[in-house]
């Protein structure tokens, strides 16, 4: 199966600083996703990207499939903001049914 | 988009007590279904997957079975529970093909004492 990297690991940021997540993909992905899981465990949804940009407010994402890497944007940190961020993607080849996950970035975002 | 509802949202078992986490889902049909549990650690393992109703696949040998009695059904079950299967599980649900998008239930913490 693909494997999933992401960095940092972990990101402690003051309020109002910007971050950029990276996802690193073995091989070429489908579906990709990022998603925030929240201080109750919860995995929200943030994008479908399996290319290009989009944005939703202070978050914006970037896939460039050729190269098997996504980016995640987050400016003006709030504490909100706080949690783990997984990206996921499901293997190009083959037909697989299955997202394979990151380990996450642990991000916090201190006031 | 479809929504995922997952229950209990917490439970304590005792050691050997039998589990049973269930998953529904609303807004979409035939959709594949997951279950996933994460550990201290923050990973998430892919426990089981399920294409359609009774057809399961297990992704790793363990004290777990699941089951899809209905097409947007889907539940996690053991007979005797292990201190090891402790943590935090996720029921997932995705619309299946190309486009396959993943939503998560709220999740069920299970702590087995």
């Known amino acids: 199966g693909i494997q999933v990297e992401q960095s940092p690991p972990d990101l402690i940021l003051q309020e109002g600083a910007n971050s950029t997540l990276r996802c690193n993909f073995s091989?070429?992905?489908?579906?990709l996703q990022w998603f925030h899981q929240n201080p109750w465990g919860q995995l929200i949804n943030l994008f479908y990207?399996?290319?290009g940009t989009k944005q939703n407010g202070r978050l914006s994402a970037t896939t460039v499939a050729t190269e098997r890497y996504s980016l995640l944007y987050i400016s003006s940190s709030q504490t909100t903001d706080s949690g783990v961020y997984f990206c996921?993607?499901?293997?190009?080849?083959?037909?697989?049914?299955?997202?394979?996950f990151g380990r996450g970035t642990s991000l916090i975002v201190h006031p | 988009s479809q929504t995922i509802h997952q229950w209990p949202a917490t439970l304590v078992q005792p050691v050997g007590s039998p589990l049973s986490l269930e998953c529904t889902v609303e807004?979409?049909?035939?959709?594949?279904l997951y279950w996933y549990r994460q550990a201290a650690g923050r990973g998430l393992q892919l426990l089981f997957y399920?294409?359609?109703?009774?057809?399961i696949s297990s992704e790793v040998p363990q004290n777990l079975s699941a089951s899809r009695p209905q097409d947007r059904q889907f539940i996690l079950s053991s007979k005797k529970l292990l201190l090891s299967d402790s943590g935090f599980y996720l029921c997932?649900?995705?619309?299946?093909?190309?486009?396959?998008?993943?939503?998560f239930g709220e999740g069920s913490w299970l702590t087995v004492v």
């Open positions: 996921a993607g499901t293997s190009a080849s083959g037909g697989s049914y299955i997202p394979t």
């Open positions: 990207i399996p290319s």
């Open positions: 807004g979409t049909s035939n959709p594949n």
């Open positions: 091989d070429s992905v489908n579906n």
């Open positions: 399920s294409i359609g109703i009774d057809q």
């Open positions: 997932a649900g995705g619309t299946g093909g190309s486009g396959n998008t993943i939503y």
